[in-house]
């Protein structure tokens, strides 16, 4: 099957329905939707043995990988539907009118939230699924009741295609509005629909250039949109000496085998590992990086863009090269490199940018004072890690407070690579590892960014929504007159 760009008529049909349909999504019930969710992910778990073939061509990515990542989406809008279902989410506060109220009364107040609209989501390649097209940001959109048009990576085109087939012919026979959902292909579709007066919103993975471009569009526009964008990070990890001393080896085999899962192609992939001076674990890390096999990368530009990061590191003059994995015919071998905090301090910014790949750098630091100068190099991360042992803990504080004005998640203990789908899940962090740091693109939170609050004053009861009548009908946890009250 061969997948042509869309035309500027097909987007016109895709926009139209999609704007015909956002009312109409919007007034469904959230069981409704949940419902919808669910039957996506039932056809999506169906269609596992006809999609992973075709990623795997298409990514060369292995099978058990891809076929985890079809679980974790089908089981991603399944949470979503659960939260629906639930109700927290819309946020309903209702505050009783008060004739007494000083300095003036007040009036009968009632808010929750509402859907934007139709959504833009621009689907990443290091994910095929989890985060392309039955992604996270395809499944927070529909369950805040959001239509959503899907740009399509151009690394899997054609899973893209039939991906959108399965989850669209699902979503239509669930009984969801025509104009729901839909796929497009093409940048310059991807761009003609994000200038669209009739799109709402725009959520990306992708690269720091690729982000920042739309982002401009996305705000120059004539009626600015939100744009969440998840860019870049180098997720970095602080390591104590007392942790050394403790398990070294365990820290030097987690770290080699977190950089390097998926060919150093996740997006938490810790870029940075600060030791201590006279850490000791160079041999094994050495013998660790030589140990690990070469893999495929996701495609030839993401290869090629690797390489010339590497080779731009191994360049520099404070940086020294440990293990240089070469590119061959069995795939891209691991590259370790090393420096100084005191070096990177020197001049931090040509050291501290994201090498997309399996490359990383060990930074050897002489105390506390300097692991923490090097922590507040850093910009926005989506995480930040921690190694350490109990007796650590009267001093760390000033370290974990900079990282946590810097990061999103972190991590104690452990590897940032793997990304849990759960409620408190965080997945974002300050700028520049997205464009908007108070949102997540994984967890159940990550609705809220395709929802914005109305407050209905003095409203008649039958001109309310449901979620805000006196009776409450659809059995919501809510907040009156100050007081969380369930359903």
Request: charged content about 20%; aromatic content about 4%.
């Amino acid at each position: 099957m061969t997948v042509t760009d869309t035309t500027p008529e097909e987007l016109e049909r895709v926009l139209a329905a999609a704007a015909q349909a956002a009312g109409p999504l919007a007034a469904l019930r959230p069981a409704e939707r949940a419902r919808l969710l669910r039957a996506a992910a039932d056809a999506l778990d169906a269609a596992a043995g006809e999609l992973v073939p075709i990623a795997i061509e298409e990514s060369a990515l292995p099978e058990g990988r891809l076929t985890g990542e079809v679980a974790r989406s089908s089981g991603q809008l399944r949470l979503f539907a659960d939260a629906l279902e639930e109700g927290s989410y819309l946020e309903v506060i209702l505050d009783s009118a008060d004739p007494d109220a000083k300095p003036v009364p007040r009036p009968d107040l009632r808010r929750m939230l509402v859907p934007l609209g139709p959504v833009l989501v621009f689907a990443a390649s290091n994910f095929p699924f989890a985060f392309s097209v039955p992604g996270g940001d395809t499944a927070s959109a529909l369950a805040a009741g959001s239509p959503v048009v899907v740009k399509a990576h151009p690394g899997h085109p054609r899973l893209s295609q039939r991906t959108g087939e399965v989850l669209g012919e699902a979503l239509r026979a669930a009984g969801a509005p025509e104009g729901t959902f839909a796929v497009i292909h093409g940048m310059d579709a991807g761009t003609s629909a994000l200038t669209d007066p009739r799109i709402k919103a725009g959520a990306f993975t992708g690269s720091v250039k690729g982000g920042l471009a739309l982002l401009e569009i996305a705000t120059r526009r004539e009626e600015p949109i939100p744009f969440y964008g998840e860019l870049g990070s180098l997720n970095p990890v602080f390591v104590t000496p007392s942790a050394i001393a403790a398990r070294g080896d365990d820290i030097a085999d987690g770290y080699v085998g977190s950089f390097t899962l998926g060919t150093g192609q996740f997006c938490t992939k810790p870029g940075l590992l600060f030791l201590p001076e006279g850490h000791g674990l160079e041999e094994r890390l050495v013998e660790a990086v030589r140990g690990t096999a070469p893999a495929g990368m996701l495609n030839d530009r993401i290869r090629e863009g690797h390489a010339h990061e590497r080779d731009r590191l191994e360049g520099l003059g404070p940086v020294r090269t440990l293990v240089h994995g070469s590119d061959g015919d069995a795939g891209v071998a691991p590259t370790l490199l090393a420096t100084t905090a005191k070096e990177l301090l020197a001049d931090p910014d040509p050291i501290l940018q994201e090498c997309f790949g399996p490359t990383s750098i060990v930074v050897e630091y002489a105390d506390g004072d300097e692991m923490l100068a090097a922590a507040e190099a850093f910009g926005g991360n989506l995480t930040a890690t921690v190694h350490a042992e109990d007796a650590d803990a009267a001093t760390l504080q000033p370290l974990v407070d900079a990282l946590r004005d810097r990061a999103g998640r972190l991590v104690y203990n452990g590897w940032p690579t793997g990304v849990a789908v759960a409620h408190a899940m965080h997945h974002g962090g300050p700028f520049p590892s997205t464009t908007a740091s108070i949102h997540t693109s994984v967890g159940t939170t990550a609705i809220r960014r395709f929802l914005r609050p109305v407050c209905y004053q003095n409203t008649p009861q039958a001109l309310l929504p449901e979620a805000l009548q006196d009776g409450n009908p659809l059995g919501l946890p809510r907040r009156v007159d100050g007081v969380l009250t369930g359903a």
